[in-house]
């Protein structure tokens, strides 16, 4: 089964960091991703930047809506994402708990929706 790993941070702890401090988490991190690629979990990863960036698009009655970012009242937000490969949730589950990136925030683990063919 495939799962989805979402990474949400409060990013004022990591602004708060010294350089040499967020180097370390960079590194442990790769690290964990290049020893689950190893062991066949890791599909891909990417971290992604600051809520700032993003646009939400919608589209009701036929008329596309964007809205700039940031726009969740929130003190965590996403900032990255893993597809893993793991046999049940509770796997996936420990595979988060592997994350360096966990000790700074919050990995939501979520079964991949497969569509069915028609």
Same mark, same amino acid.
């Given at each position: 089964?495939?799962?989805? %790993? ?37 599909? %891909? ?7 700032? +960036? ?63 063919? +028609?």
């Amino acid at each position: 089964m495939r799962f989805v %790993h979402l990474v949400h941070l409060d990013v004022a702890n990591f602004d708060r960091m010294s350089v040499a401090e967020r180097q370390d988490v960079d590194r442990r991190a790769l690290a964990n991703n290049a020893e689950l690629e190893q062991r066949g979990a890791l599909i %891909h990863a990417e971290a992604i930047q600051d809520d700032d +960036s993003a646009v939400l698009v919608r589209v009701r009655n036929g008329q596309i809506s964007v809205t700039d970012g940031p726009y969740i009242e929130t003190k965590e937000q996403m900032a990255g994402f893993a597809l893993i490969e793991a046999p049940d949730i509770g796997a996936a589950v420990a595979i988060a708990g592997e994350d360096p990136i966990a000790e700074y925030g919050t990995i939501e683990v979520r079964p991949v929706y497969v569509i069915p063919a +028609s």
